[in-house]
C-alpha cells in the first residue's frame, strides 16, 4: 500500500515581491536597521583606528631600536607630533623589557 504525501503547494512567491516584504520590513524596523548600520560603522572605524595606532607603535619601536634601518622618525596621524623630551621620544626601560618579554612569548608559543 503506497502512500501519497500530501503537498500544500503555496503560490510561488516572485523575487519582486520577495524584495518588497523584505523592505516593508526593514521600513518598519527602520530604527533598529539604522542603529545597527551606524554601530558596524562605528565598530570598523573603531578597529582600524586600533590596527593603525598599534602599527605606529611598532614603527616607534623599531625607529628606537639600535641598529635599526629605519633613519627617519615614524609620521604621527593628523600631522601631530609629541613634544620635544615626550616618553615616546625616548623609550624607557619598562618598554624594552616588555618588548623583550613579548618576543620571548611569541617564540615560545605561550600566551
Same mark, same amino acid.
Given at each position: 500500500?503506497?502512500?501519497?504525501?500530501?503537498?500544500? =503547494?503555496?503560490?510561488?512567491?516572485?523575487?519582486?515581491?520577495? $524584495?518588497?516584504?523584505?523592505?516593508?520590513?526593514? +521600513? %518598519? !524596523? %527602520?530604527?533598529?536597521?539604522?542603529?545597527?548600520?551606524?554601530?558596524?560603522?562605528?565598530?570598523?572605524?573603531?578597529?582600524?583606528?586600533?590596527? @593603525?595606532?598599534?602599527?605606529? @607603535?611598532?614603527? $616607534? $619601536?623599531? !625607529?628606537?631600536? /639600535? @641598529?635599526?634601518? $629605519?633613519?627617519?622618525?615614524?609620521? +604621527?596621524?593628523? @600631522? +601631530?607630533?609629541? /613634544?620635544?623630551?615626550?616618553? =615616546?621620544?625616548? /623609550?624607557?626601560?619598562?618598554? +624594552?623589557?616588555?618588548?623583550?618579554?613579548?618576543?620571548?612569548?611569541?617564540?615560545?608559543?605561550?600566551?
Amino acid at each position: 500500500m503506497r502512500f501519497r504525501a500530501r503537498s500544500r =503547494s503555496a503560490p510561488a512567491a516572485g523575487d519582486g515581491a520577495l $524584495i518588497r516584504r523584505m523592505l516593508g520590513l526593514a +521600513w %518598519r !524596523y %527602520r530604527r533598529g536597521c539604522f542603529q545597527a548600520l551606524g554601530l558596524q560603522v562605528l565598530l570598523l572605524v573603531l578597529a582600524l583606528s586600533g590596527l @593603525g595606532l598599534m602599527g605606529l @607603535g611598532v614603527d $616607534i $619601536i623599531r !625607529y628606537h631600536l /639600535p @641598529g635599526a634601518a $629605519i633613519t627617519k622618525p615614524p609620521r +604621527w596621524p593628523c @600631522g +601631530w607630533t609629541p /613634544p620635544r623630551g615626550h616618553a =615616546s621620544a625616548r /623609550p624607557s626601560r619598562k618598554c +624594552w623589557r616588555m618588548t623583550r618579554c613579548g618576543r620571548s612569548s611569541a617564540v615560545r608559543g605561550m600566551p
